[in-house]
């Protein structure tokens, strides 16, 4: 016996979905007069860059009160440079040198920071769009670096979690890091398991998991939760939206 129902594919939390549009390299501090400084953002081809801002914080000596001062409005679409990826330098003089600096990608037509990453320690934002959040720290620092070089994420992945940020390393603005791969450059494998969900009760719910497994990503568990509308006795039919 078939049944028809209303389903949904509901994903809240893991990788697959996650923070797809990233600070992907940075360059604010280097030997000498600082030069060339700026960020560069990281997404899938086609991501409308106006959409967003980039607004820079300082932690200076309380960064636990870190302020907003300056921002940069964010334009283009990001072209296919690497499977399905590309990828945006923007430049800006005067970038804060540390300690407990950062920077947040704001989403201004969702009107949610989707990232907040800060270098040379942690801070909070006190104003602008991320006040009250707390930085992530990147870990590493560019003191005094040569000029032409930059901090950068690398490892392989199509998230901002999959990577981990190194450097300095020579720059490349505008392009794929060195020792980057981005793992979703074909379309994942699905499979479902169990194929078959045996009885449930009217308007009820199922919950099982979806494995997406790539070339160079380790396989994660999707949640996919089902809502009927009527009984199924042998089995059912199911679409992914």
């Known amino acids: 016996m078939k049944i028809f129902n209303t389903l949904f594919f509901l994903f809240v939390s893991l990788s697959l979905f996650s923070q797809t549009v990233f600070f992907n390299e940075i360059h604010y501090d280097n030997v000498g007069t600082d030069a060339d400084e700026g960020f560069e953002i990281a997404g899938p081809v086609g991501t409308m860059l106006d959409n967003?801002?980039?607004?820079?914080?300082n932690g200076g000596s309380d960064p636990a009160n870190a302020t907003e001062y300056g921002s940069v409005n964010l334009q283009g679409i990001l072209a296919d440079e690497v499977d399905g990826f590309g990828f945006e330098?923007?430049?800006?003089?005067?970038?804060?040198?540390?300690?407990?600096?950062?920077?947040?990608?704001?989403?201004?037509?969702s009107g949610q920071v989707e990232l907040y990453i800060?270098?040379?320690?942690?801070?909070?934002?006190?104003d602008g769009p991320a006040a009250g959040m707390t930085?992530?720290?990147?870990?590493?620092?560019?003191?005094?670096?040569?000029?032409?070089t930059s901090l950068q994420l690398i490892g392989v992945g199509s998230t901002y979690a999959d990577f981990i940020w190194s450097g300095p390393n020579p720059d490349s603005r505008s392009e794929i890091n060195e020792n980057q791969v981005f793992g979703f450059g074909v379309s994942p494998i699905i499979d479902l398991s169990p194929s078959?969900?045996?009885?449930?009760?009217n308007d009820g719910n199922i919950?099982?998991?979806?494995?997406?497994?790539?070339?160079?990503?380790?396989?994660?568990?999707?949640?996919?939760n089902i809502l009927a509308s009527s009984t199924a006795t042998e089995g059912m039919d199911y679409d992914l939206i």
């Open 89 to 109: 330098w923007f430049d800006y003089s005067g970038i804060q040198n540390g300690d407990a600096d950062g920077m947040a990608l704001y989403n201004t037509s």
């Open 207 to 224: 919950q099982f998991t979806v494995q997406v497994t790539n070339m160079g990503v380790n396989p994660v568990s999707i949640g996919v």
């Open 52 to 57: 967003y801002q980039v607004i820079l914080y």
């Open 135 to 148: 930085s992530q720290d990147i870990g590493i620092a560019q003191s005094s670096a040569d000029v032409g």
């Open 118 to 126: 800060s270098y040379e320690g942690v801070q909070t934002a006190s």
């Open 196 to 201: 078959e969900i045996y009885a449930f009760e």
